[in-house]
């Protein structure tokens, strides 16, 4: 039996010393596992503390982006009123200025209006007048081409030569007579 035991012994030895080998290994395997668990949850870590902060990074620049465009519509929307306010005004100038060349083109018209009539009334009555004095120029002359014929026929009777008579000139120099010159035809 001394040999049996010492064998148990020995093996339990081997088994021992096998036993703790295997359990340092393990033990340095379960430190080398702990320790990449560690960086594990180094990087999970990181990975949260990079994700959240993308997030709020994220959000910060979608709150910008959103003031921005709060700001800028607002200049638009200004922009766009403060042109919409000169087209109104501009709208109303030419209007204004429309009606006020309607109201100078009725004063013109009826300035010339009033003109021409005056002028067309001026010219009838120098008409009638000269067609007045025409005639009365007609019956002068009648007068004295009878007066004329008259002293001529006496002259003749009396055997002596008309003289030239001025008014004779006058009305044939006054355009006034026939083609000929007289009505009767003398020259």
């Avoid at 949260?48 to 620049?61: E, F, G, M, P, V």
């Avoid at 026929?153 to 007289?182: F, I, L, T, Y």
Wanted: glycine share 10%; charged share 35%.
């Amino acid at each position: 039996m001394g040999g049996s035991t010492i064998s148990v012994v020995r093996d339990n030895q081997q088994t021992t010393s096998h036993s703790t080998s295997d359990s340092d290994e393990l033990r340095g395997r379960i430190d080398e596992l702990e320790g990449e668990l560690e960086q594990y949850r180094e990087h999970e870590e990181l990975v949260i503390k990079t994700l959240i902060s993308a997030t709020s990074h994220a959000t910060a620049i979608r709150e910008s982006a959103r003031r921005e465009a709060e700001l800028t519509l607002r200049k638009a929307r200004a922009e766009a009123e403060k042109r919409k306010a000169g087209a109104e005004r501009e709208r109303d100038d030419a209007r204004n200025e429309l009606l006020r060349l309607r109201r100078i083109t009725e004063q013109m018209r009826s300035g010339l209006s009033a003109f021409l009539t005056a002028q067309v009334e001026e010219l009838r009555l120098e008409t009638e007048e000269e067609a007045l004095a025409s005639g009365q120029n007609q019956g002068l002359e009648a007068a004295l081409g009878s007066a004329l014929e008259g002293q001529t026929a006496r002259a003749a009777e009396s055997g002596r030569e008309p003289a030239s008579h001025p008014r004779a000139e006058v009305r044939d120099g006054g355009g006034h007579g026939s083609s000929s010159g007289s009505p009767d035809g003398l020259p």
